[in-house]
């Protein structure tokens, strides 16, 4: 990372649009700017304070021409969003205003910047750390309200106060622990009672901050659900009803569905991604029968399964077979048609047929059950934390990981102080978990890792 560079990128996505934003940062970027843009109240932007807006016209000096109406604002270091000097020019959104401003600019000396460059920046320079980084790509990617607000909690450094807060619970008792290294002589013996009760709050901490990392994932990642079952029991109608659309097609004919239809839904505030598949039965017809491979393909991704029967059929012998297919996976099972008045499946065969499983009783036809089907995906997505609640959400996998390892080095450094294992040997185990609760907030972290990190962002972020 060449700080030192004077980077810029388009800031707005491509395509038409009213305005696009051409963003440039580092110690050239008043300099840069100033050498393009033309101020009509012919101020100088070099001349400008930071936090003011300038109207005039991006101008080609080359050509002898304007290039298009601007508007500047000028940020200065460290008030700026990646604590440098910071200028960006807005003008007309279209492709080529957009790119010959681009243009421009990189030909004064800016370099093209790299993806996810601008919130490294923000990052290296101290504004931000890895925690808030993450943040912003998924608060950019939220897909429901809820992901937002929670990468919104992250941003906002919720879950950095309590990482941090328990990196220093954590040097404290390394501390005292090395004290007894360096200076054994001078220093009492270990209180051992105390020092395993200060390393038991922090491990408490770090288990109550993983167990929300399930239910976190699916609200930065979402859920996925595949609806499952025999040709015609009402699949297609099922994800028809919850998109609320006549999404797949629909029709009498066993074996309408081919291909995976997958189509993403908000259910209270979980992103959702269904997967309708091909009724599954042993089939002659190659077509049908790649359909069946996709459908246990989905099922293989799938968070979740949905199996749907048909209430006026009964439970049939193909249903128990994909049932038994089915065990041990998290599923639901939703008796269909229940507005024939058939009452043909009971909730106990239900239970033999799919024990555990969640029942809910539908008419994918006539919408009813919809809503408890949508409350019953929420509870499962949820599984068990508690939504008022006083921990941050631990949505990302690095987190996540580097959380689980913590609270190893932390059970084994428990361990150690109880059987009274030399100091040495309890100082590499805390000093692990603290450099893992580290990783987290980007405080020792490899260059390759922050290459994967900022790999995913867009340019201009
Ligand atoms: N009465 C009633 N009929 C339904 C209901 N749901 C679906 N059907 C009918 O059942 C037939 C099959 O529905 P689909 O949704 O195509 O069933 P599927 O499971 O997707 O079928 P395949 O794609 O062939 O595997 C259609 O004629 C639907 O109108 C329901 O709740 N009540
Ligand atoms: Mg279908």
Known sequence: MRLEDTIAAVATAPGEAAIGVIKISGPRALEIADAVFRARSGVRLVNCPGFTVHYGVVWDAERGEAVDEALATVMRA????????????????????????????????????????????????????????????????????????????????????????????????????????????????????????????????????????????????????????????????????????????????????????????????????????????????????????????????????????????????????IAKWLAGRQSIAVVNKIDLGCDQITGEAVQDLLPGARVVRVSALRGWGIQDLETTI?????????????KPLVTNIRHQEALRQAVEHLSRADAGLAEGIPAELISIDLREAWECLGEMVGESVSEDVLDEIFRQFCVGK
């Open 78 to 321: 460290p008030r700026s969003y990646t604590r440098e000097d910071v200028v960006e020019l807005s003008c007309h959104g279209g492709p080529v205003p957009v790119s010959r401003v681009l243009q421009l600019v990189l030909s004064q000396g800016a370099r093209l910047a790299e993806p996810g460059e601008f919130t490294r920046r923000a990052f290296l320079r101290g504004r931000i750390d890895l925690i808030q980084a993450e943040a912003t790509l998924d608060l950019v990617r939220a897909r429901t309200e809820e992901s937002g607000r929670a990468a919104m909690e992250q941003l906002g450094g919720q879950l950095s106060a309590e990482i941090r807060q328990l990196r220093r619970a954590l040097i404290e008792v390394l501390a005292e622990v090395e004290a007894r290294l360096d200076f054994p002589d001078e220093v009492g013996p270990l209180q051992v009672d105390q020092l395993r009760e200060r390393v038991a709050g922090v491990r408490r901490v770090a288990e109550e901050l993983l167990a929300t990392a399930k239910a976190g994932r699916i609200l930065r990642e979402g859920m996925r659900v595949a609806i499952v079952g025999r040709p015609n029991v009402g699949k297609s109608s099922l994800l028809n009803a919850l998109v609320r659309e006549a999404r797949a097609i629909v029709t009498e004919v066993p074996g309408t569905t081919r291909d995976v239809i997958e189509e993403w839904i908000n259910v209270r505030g979980i992103p959702v991604a269904l997967a309708d598949t091909a009724g599954l039965r042993d089939t002659q017809d190659p077509v049908e029968a790649e359909g069946v491979r996709r459908a246990l393909c989905a099922v293989d991704r799938a968070d979740l399964v949905v199996l749907v029967l048909d209430d006026s059929a009964g439970i049939q012998p193909e249903d128990v077979r």
């Open 378 to 390: 929420a509870q499962l997505a949820w599984d068990g934390v508690v939504v008022s609640r006083h």
